[in-house]
């Protein structure tokens, strides 16, 4: 078998213990009140002088506090909750059950005559085949009901076998009956049992795919958050933690359409570390890398508005995307850049244009055309950081791109 689930003996008994109070306390009480009727009509009918409609209603409230305790039971999950005495309140139950009827023949026989003990007799065997037919799947109960009823009534009739002529063949009878019911209720026990055990096993089964299912979906999920986060770990700088320019591309086209669409202005700041190279040689690379994220700090701190990005390209370049910023807004954009990036105060000793590390930077700024491309600005501003470069570098130049 692929799946195998293992069934406890208490998980099966309280399984049949459920499906035994559900079932018993109906047939309990409608055998119970069909018998009584039937043995008050034959008693009535004799003219017994016995206290007829005590024993009835005795018999009939017997039945009622026993499919009451039953019910009770079975609605507060006790056969779940306490097996053990449940199974023993049953078994107290049949073995009340069977010895009010077998007591009752005992009792009444004396007084009866042959014909109506007889019919007495065999009501009382109609209510036991009909109960056990009921309850044979739990044989403990099966077997207590009829040690309660059949055999008493079996072993006193053989005793008085000499008081009526069919004493004794009604005792071989109801003897042979009892052996053959007992024998067969291994066989219908153990087909319930497996039947059951089956119910279970499929529902254990059900519950398990149910949890592997649920279990997968969490894995999934968690899988595809991974893949997202891995994704969005790609599109970044693992040192300063800016986009990179793979994870910059669909963004600069993006805002680039979004500016042709409404007519607004767009602009773009290249940003390049003075002497970045003369300040590793100086410094060391450690030294140098931690220059290049107090300067992403920076950058990110003139990008708090929407659409706005700070991008490292690579190395010690850097790039601006200002959606809605005009010429004027770039270049002040760029001027708080220079600014901040000077009162860090970084030394570098190392630099021909001064003590400290400073920046120089590449502004356009425009209202793109329908056929204004990205890589149109990116040219533009390369050309004015390169013209800052060669004006002494720390400065802003601004590029006279017109789309």
């Not at 055998?31 to 409609?53: A, E, K």
Request: aromatic share 8%.
């Amino acid at each position: 078998m692929l799946y195998q689930r293992k069934i406890s003996k208490g998980d099966a008994l309280s399984a049949k213990l459920g499906f035994q109070l559900q079932t018993t306390r109906y047939v309990l009480a409608g055998t119970q009140m069909l018998g009584v009727c039937g043995g008050m009509f034959l008693l009535w009918y004799q003219s017994v002088p016995l206290p007829t409609p005590a024993w009835g209603v005795g018999m009939l409230i017997l039945s009622f506090i026993q499919s009451l305790h039953m019910s009770q039971a079975l609605e507060s999950q006790r056969h779940i909750t306490a097996v053990g005495p449940v199974l023993r309140e049953l078994l107290v139950s049949a073995a009340i059950g069977g010895f009010a009827w077998s007591a009752t023949v005992i009792w009444m026989g004396e007084h009866l005559s042959d014909e109506v003990l007889y019919a007495l007799v065999m009501i009382m065997v109609i209510i036991t085949v009909a109960t056990v037919a009921a309850t044979a799947v739990v044989r403990e109960f099966y077997l207590v009901w009829l040690c309660s009823s059949l055999i008493p009534v079996a072993c006193w009739l053989a005793w008085t076998a000499d008081a009526r002529p069919f004493n004794l063949i009604f005792a071989a009878v109801l003897w042979g009956l009892a052996i053959l019911m007992a024998v067969l209720s291994y066989g219908i026990s153990r087909s319930f049992t497996q039947m059951v055990e089956s119910g279970l096993e499929r529902e254990a089964m059900a519950k398990d795919m149910a949890g592997f299912s649920e279990t997968l979906r969490a894995k999934n999920t968690q899988l595809q958050e991974a893949r997202k986060q891995l994704a969005d770990l790609a599109k970044l700088d693992e040192l300063t933690g800016l986009r990179n320019r793979r994870g910059a591309d669909k963004a600069f086209d993006m805002e680039v359409s979004r500016a042709q669409r409404g007519g607004s202005p767009i602009a773009v700041i290249m940003i390049d570390v003075d002497h970045f190279k003369a300040y590793n040689d100086t410094y060391g690379h450690p030294a140098g890398d931690d220059v290049l994220k107090r300067i992403a700090g920076v950058l990110r701190s003139v990008t708090a508005r929407a659409g706005e990005l700070a991008i490292r390209m690579g190395g010690e370049e850097f790039l601006l995307l200002l959606p809605g910023a005009n010429q004027a807004d770039a270049l002040v954009a760029g001027e708080r850049i220079r600014t901040r990036i000077m009162s860090l105060e970084i030394e570098h000793s190392a630099s021909p244009s001064g003590s400290i590390v400073t920046v120089s930077q590449g502004v356009v700024a425009c209202i793109p055309s329908m056929t204004t491309e990205f890589k149109q600005l990116l040219e533009a501003a390369d050309k004015a950081l390169y013209s800052s470069k060669e004006g002494g570098r720390n400065t802003v130049t601004l590029s006279p791109f017109r789309p």
